[in-house]
């Protein structure tokens, strides 16, 4: 049996999908019910992305086990929007089979991990893993991508502009670096 046109595209289409989340550092998910989406980082695990959350990592707001969302992923070389989908999130159980590869390929994306050696265990206590599953086609691609901007207003925070230095400071700093 041959190979429709609609197979070929849905192959391309999974390509595509599989590499950008693969090569991306970050990615934006939009949750159900949710106004604003928010950048997680993330790995590919099993043919989904998965991510870690909550506790001291990043926030996970919005996104419940059996619940929808929607994942737009960058392109690595020009970071604009490259292909956007529909996924379904799962939970995946601590210490489960599908739970230590997701954790195996989380650490290694982990930057500045306070614990390195012991992360897997912090997150069975304090966090959640979540795999989010492709749950459809492409909602946006190379070539079929919308005409509005997608830009957004900052989320809301209490940190604030660094204050000026002090106008002593780097004659203070320079002088210690010529008595040494």
């Known amino acids: 049996m041959e ?10 289409d999974r390509a595509l999908l599989e ?8 990615l934006w998910v939009l949750a159900e019910g949710q106004q604003q989406s928010r950048a997680l980082w993330h790995a590919w695990h099993d043919g989904a992305v998965v991510v870690v959350g909550d506790g ?21 070389d020009k970071w604009g929007r490259l292909t956007a989908w529909p996924a379904r999130v799962v939970e995946l159980t601590p210490q489960s089979g599908a739970w230590l590869g997701a954790v195996e390929e989380l650490k290694g994306k982990r930057l500045n991990a306070p614990d390195t050696d012991t992360i897997g265990d912090r997150w069975a206590r304090e966090c959640r893993v979540l795999r989010l599953e492709p749950a459809g086609p492409l909602t946006e691609q190379p070539g079929a991508m919308p005409d509005g901007s997608h830009a957004t207003t900052p989320m809301p925070t209490s940190v604030t502009t660094r204050k000026p230095i002090p ?4 004659k203070l700093l320079l002088k210690r670096r010529r008595t040494r």
């Open 3 to 12: 190979p429709t046109t609609t197979d070929a595209a849905d192959f391309f």
């Open 19 to 26: 590499e950008a989340a693969k090569k991306s550092g970050l």
């Open 56 to 76: 001291a990592e990043q926030p996970l707001h919005g996104l419940t086990a059996g619940s929808t969302a929607t994942v737009t992923v960058r392109s690595k």
């Open 167 to 170: 106008a002593g400071l780097p």
